[in-house]
């Protein structure tokens, strides 16, 4: 189906998607979801805490997940999404690094036979995309996996024709694992397509660190601000945190160092 209509038709059936299966934005604020699990605590600004206590917290995102997310970051990256998409196989399989409650794929799978790999450190956001997955009836295109995106070693090598590390690996201290890890899934000379945020305090990714680690794995396919600037007068403009890249894998790995 996503291959017979326009990338602006898909884009309306996705808004249509996100606003039916995550309804909470409709009646809840960000400011009031955000106190709700008591953000300014346990999540931008918390860099003390253990991976099983940001696990928790992302639990409890997942219950209000349509009121935290950004609709203007949903839309714009499942642009990008529709536009890789489209040049994949028949029935190919796409790897989700990270995957929250796994709004991007679960459309995806309802426009296409693609098989879809799940996987998040958290059940709760596990458990809500298994609920949407029942209710749209695509849970036999989807396989789920509990796991920190750093090390899956339950995913084959190179078995992926796109890999997604979408909004999520900002929140790791060991985000660069997540980059090797996609570069160990996805197929050579296939996509990873990664979002993330800079200079969260819990990660600090910088535009330099980030491009360097892509550089060793893939060649660059583009990369800028997820949003566009926004112009605010006098000469300035307000440029997104949230950062998009694409890379296409290389041919070769790199070599590795000798110890």
Not at 62 to 69: F, H, I, L
Not at 75 to 81: G, K, L, N, S, Y
Not at 143 to 170: E, G, K, R, Y
Request: aromatic content about 10%; glycine content about 6%.
């Amino acid at each position: 189906m996503l291959n017979t209509i326009t990338t602006e038709a898909a884009l309306e059936n996705f808004l249509a998607f996100w606003q039916a299966h995550f309804p909470e934005q409709q009646t809840l604020t960000r400011e009031a979801a955000l106190a709700w699990f008591d953000e300014q605590r346990r999540g931008f600004s918390n860099t003390r805490a253990s991976d099983q206590e940001m696990t928790a917290y992302q639990d409890d995102v997942s219950r209000v997940y349509g009121a935290y997310e950004n609709a203007a970051f949903q839309m714009a990256t499942v642009e990008r999404i529709i536009r890789l998409a489209k040049r994949l196989p028949a029935k190919a399989t796409i790897v989700s690094l990270g995957c929250g409650p796994a709004s991007y794929e679960l459309w995806l799978a309802t426009q296409t036979d693609y098989r879809f790999t799940l996987v998040d450190h958290s059940a709760g956001m596990l458990d809500r995309a298994r609920g949407i997955a029942q209710e749209l009836g695509v849970t036999n295109q989807i396989t789920m996996i509990q796991s920190d995106a750093s090390s899956v070693p339950a995913v084959p090598s190179h078995c992926a024709d796109l890999v997604f590390c979408l909004n999520s690996m900002h929140w790791s201290r060991n985000w660069q694992q997540w980059i090797v890890e996609a570069a160990r899934i996805v197929k050579r000379r296939s996509c990873v397509l990664v979002t993330c945020t800079f200079f969260m305090p819990r990660s600090m990714i910088t535009p330099e660190d980030l491009g360097e680690i892509m550089s060793r794995y893939f060649k660059n396919e583009g990369a800028g601000p997820l949003v566009p600037p926004v112009d605010v007068g006098n000469g300035m403009a307000a440029v997104s945190g949230r950062f998009l890249c694409i890379g296409r894998r290389n041919d070769k790995p790199p070599k590795r160092k000798k110890r």
